[in-house]
């Protein structure tokens, strides 16, 4: 991995801000301060968990923005250059981001790259329904807090390498993040322990939500099968409302603001309910109930508990 680039390579602002503290410092004898390490994330969960390995030490942004779909990605010409100052690029891997390759290309950028998943064991990718498709890793392993320890590990790594004077922290910070991590996961665990075996499925879009499923034993069924967008025809549609039958009680939860034409279909056809939204993908904004990794988890668990645990 290369250690962080030269100050004078930074983002305009970032770079003017530090330059300002310098001058200021050298003009009243302070000590120079240190240059936050400018990250960029591949989408808005991962970006929050570098913001809270990296603190005060780490000017984080994502490049897929909160309420966007990170599976595809259209770079403004801002954001190329953004990404060829940064000392840091963080990716989720699994194949989540397939864009990112030809972005780094594009942008020039010849820094470090982490991949926050290296060393997560993964779940495979479900196949259509027809079983067709090839075996891929299913890179939605966030939706589980236990594997997120090791996301955190490896940032609070990358970052120490990156810049060696503030490992110490790096780690502290990761330490106690993953002890959050951890009760959280007991919060959850908690919350859905008690649901009956047969009110524990839930349709959602896509497949982003099998890690969680099976981290908490519940049976999460995709709409659009494992491809976002891709629409289901009849025969794909009858498939589901079978499984949702033959499981107990389902209850359906889109992944976006508003509702998709497909779920209120398949709430009509199947008489499961629309029980609200779920975040899979992407943070809400700052003033939502999924504006942190914590809050999108807590917010997710409780609406499933609620849907699940009430409905007749
Ligand atoms: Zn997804």
Same mark, same amino acid.
């Given at each position: ?72 990605? &259209? ?6 250059? @953004? !990404? %060829?100052?940064? =000392? ?5 891997? +699994? #194949? ?75 780690? &502290? ?6 002890? @959050? !991590? %951890?009760?959280? =996961? ?5 919350? +859905? #322990? ?119």
């Amino acid at each position: 991995m290369r250690i962080s680039r030269p100050w004078q390579l930074c983002p305009p602002a970032a770079a003017r801000r530090w330059l300002a503290a310098l001058l200021l410092a050298m003009l009243v004898g302070l000590p120079v301060p240190a240059r936050a390490i400018d990250v960029i994330a591949s989408f808005s969960i991962l970006a929050d968990l570098v913001a809270q390995v990296g603190g005060e030490q780490v000017a984080v942004s994502s490049l897929v923005g909160r309420e966007q779909d990170g599976h595809v990605f &259209q770079p403004r010409p801002s954001e190329l250059a @953004r !990404l %060829r100052n940064a =000392d840091l690029v963080v990716v989720n891997g +699994l #194949g989540f981001e397939g864009w990112m390759t030809r972005l780094l290309q594009s942008a020039g950028y010849r820094g470090p790259v982490v991949v926050a998943t290296e060393g997560v064991a993964p779940l495979p990718q479900p196949l259509s329904p027809s079983g067709a498709g090839r075996e891929a890793p299913d890179p939605h392993a966030w939706q589980d807090p236990a594997r997120v320890q090791v996301y955190v590990e490896n940032i609070a790594s990358a970052l120490a390498e990156v810049d060696p004077d503030h490992a110490e922290i790096y780690r &502290q910070r990761a330490r106690r993040y993953q002890e @959050r !991590l %951890r009760q959280l =996961d007991e919060q959850i665990a908690g919350e +859905l #322990g008690t649901l009956a075996d047969d009110r524990r499925t839930v349709v959602t879009p896509h497949a982003a939500m099998r890690y969680f499923g099976e981290r908490y034993g519940l049976r999460f069924l995709a709409a659009q099968g494992p491809n976002a967008g891709s629409e289901p025809g009849a025969r794909e549609i009858a498939r589901l409302i079978q499984q949702m039958r033959a499981s107990g009680t389902a209850v359906i939860f889109s992944e976006s603001p508003g509702t998709p034409a497909l779920l209120r279909q398949l709430a009509r056809e199947s008489g499961a309910p629309l029980a609200g939204r779920l975040y899979s993908d992407t943070l809400s904004p700052i003033d939502g109930p999924a504006a942190s990794y914590l809050d999108l988890m807590t917010h997710n668990a409780r609406q499933l508990r609620e849907a699940l645990a009430g409905t007749p």
